[in-house]
C-alpha cells in the first residue's frame, strides 16, 4: 500500500527527493514517518509528519537537511533531502500510522535506496 521512490545515486552535496505514494490509506488519517537503515546498522528514525495538518519533526542529524511534506491531493508524502553526506547513504522506508508517536508503524513501504558517493 505504500510505494517509495526517488532514491539513486548522488555525490556528496547533493539532493535528492523521496517521494511515498499510497494507494488504499488516506493520508489524512495517518502520520507519515521516513526510516532509514544502512547496512550493519539499526533501522533509525528520519522524520515524521502527522495526520492533516499535524506535527513534523526530525531526526537530529537530519535537521536543517532535510525536509518532510505532504501533498494531500496527490496522496504523497515527500522527503526532499539537501547536503546529503556519505553517512546518508542507506535503504529509505516510509511507514504509516496513527501518530508519529506509536512506537510501531502499521504499514511500511519496500523501501527505495539512496547511496551517496563520489
Known amino acids: 500500500q505504500l510505494v517509495e521512490s526517488g532514491g539513486g545515486l548522488v555525490e556528496p552535496g547533493g539532493s535528492l527527493r523521496l517521494s511515498c505514494a499510497t494507494s488504499g490509506l488516506t493520508w489524512d488519517y495517518y502520520a507519515v514517518g521516513w526510516f532509514r537503515q544502512a547496512p550493519g546498522k539499526e533501522r533509525e528514525g528520519v522524520s515524521c509528519i502527522g495526520r492533516s495538518r499535524g506535527s513534523i519533526n526530525y531526526a537530529e542529524f537530519v535537521r536543517g537537511r532535510f525536509t518532510i511534506s505532504r501533498d494531500a491531493d496527490k496522496n504523497v508524502v515527500y522527503l526532499q533531502m539537501n547536503d546529503l553526506t556519505p553517512e546518508d547513504t542507506a535503504v529509505y522506508y516510509c511507514?504509516?500510522?496513527?501518530?508519529?508517536?506509536?512506537?510501531?508503524?502499521?504499514?511500511w513501504g519496500q523501501g527505495t535506496q539512496v547511496t551517496v558517493s563520489s
Open positions: 511507514a504509516a500510522s496513527t501518530w508519529c508517536s506509536n512506537r510501531e508503524f502499521d504499514f
